[in-house]
């Protein structure tokens, strides 16, 4: 089945530093890409919509200057965490629909394997 | 904001029993989508049911779905040990996107 690579699995960062999480689509290739937050026990929030080419479509709430996103390749999407908080220390999981199968509604997305982030 | 609400919250059954997950949404969708996360770990995908469908199986899945009243079910049958995890439902309307219900996680006693 389809393929997607997060990376890095786990990050450990100082406060006000910056950190970026890699999103690959292994064997197919993805103009849409979605960020997700999940915080311990609780379900995945969207936090922005990837579009390749394009800039990111945020979720209410989100600040777009704090998680800065850029899609620059069909295969590949990045998640910044800008000048890092502890309270931004979460699970971030990202997921990809594969373009081939069609118009992505009726098909199933995949999940890479997730990103935990602590700010210390 | 999220889609709708997962019952029960959290499940424990012996090995062997079936589980039963509900799921409620809000909205019109296109499809509802269950999903299966170990802990710390990725989604990986169980079964999408389309809203013109109502029942669905794979394996020792069975999904339902009642547009009418907006909810749907994932039923594991002979459950095993390694079943243990959170199971999430997500819902499609219009974009691309998914909208998650709280999930719920289940816990296979051997």
């Known amino acids: 089945g389809a393929v997607v690579s997060q990376h890095p699995s786990w990050v450990i960062c100082k406060s006000g530093t910056s950190v970026k999480i890699e999103c690959r689509s292994l064997d197919f290739q993805a103009t849409t890409m979605f960020w997700y937050r999940q915080f311990p026990k609780q379900s995945l929030m969207l936090m922005a919509t990837s579009n390749e080419g394009s800039k990111a479509t945020y979720e209410q709430g989100v600040e777009k200057d704090k998680f800065l996103i850029n899609h620059a390749s069909l295969t590949l999407s990045t998640l910044t965490v800008t000048s890092a908080h502890p309270e931004d220390s979460s699970f971030y999981i990202c997921s990809a629909r594969d373009d081939s199968r069609g118009p992505g509604r009726n098909t199933e997305a995949f999940f890479g394997q997730g990103t935990r982030l602590t700010v210390v | 904001s999220q889609q709708g609400e997962e019952d029960p919250q959290a499940l424990s059954i012996q090995e062997g029993e079936n589980a039963t997950m509900n799921c409620s949404y809000k909205?019109?969708?296109?499809?509802l989508q269950w999903y299966r996360q170990n802990s710390g770990r990725g989604l990986v995908h169980l079964i999408l049911i389309r809203s013109n469908e109502r029942e669905k199986h794979s394996g020792r899945l069975r999904v339902t779905l009642d547009t009418s009243k907006k909810s749907s079910s994932l039923l594991i049958t002979a459950s095993r040990a390694a079943d243990t995890a959170s199971y999430f439902c997500a819902t499609s309307s219009g974009a691309q996107k998914l909208v998650f219900g709280q999930g719920t996680r289940l816990t296979i006693n051997p």
């Open positions: 909205t019109s969708i296109n499809n």
